[in-house]
């Protein structure tokens, strides 16, 4: 099957927190995270947790979105197994000119 999603982030001016959804054609949810920026380190830092369709749960899962230069960002995610943290995907995105 071929995976088709779509992401929105947003600023809440209100709370001062960057906000985060995901929802795709395997899921059967929404993902909703929340997160910050550090400008030392150009890297946006997101923590939230999804429905785990397979163990019949809620997941955490964390990521960070790291901003090399104006024209490549790293996207890092971070999903909890059994307790344990672990890096589950990486995309590098490169502006095209």
């Known amino acids: 099957m071929e995976l088709n999603g ?3 982030e947003a600023f ?3 709370r001062g927190v960057y906000l985060g ?3 795709d ?3 059967t949810s929404i993902t909703y995270s929340e997160g910050s920026y550090d400008e030392a380190t150009k890297m946006h830092h997101f923590k939230g947790s999804m429905t785990d369709a397979m163990a019949g749960g809620v997941a955490p899962f964390r990521y960070t979105q790291e901003m090399k230069d104006d024209d490549t960002m790293v996207f890092t ?3 909890t197994v059994e307790g344990k943290e ?3 995907l990486e995309m590098v995105y490169t502006r095209k000119k």
């Open 6 to 8: 779509i992401g929105t």
């Open 12 to 14: 809440d001016n209100v």
């Open 86 to 88: 672990m890096k589950s």
């Open 77 to 79: 995610m971070y999903n």
């Open 21 to 23: 959804t995901w929802i």
């Open 25 to 27: 054609s395997m899921g």
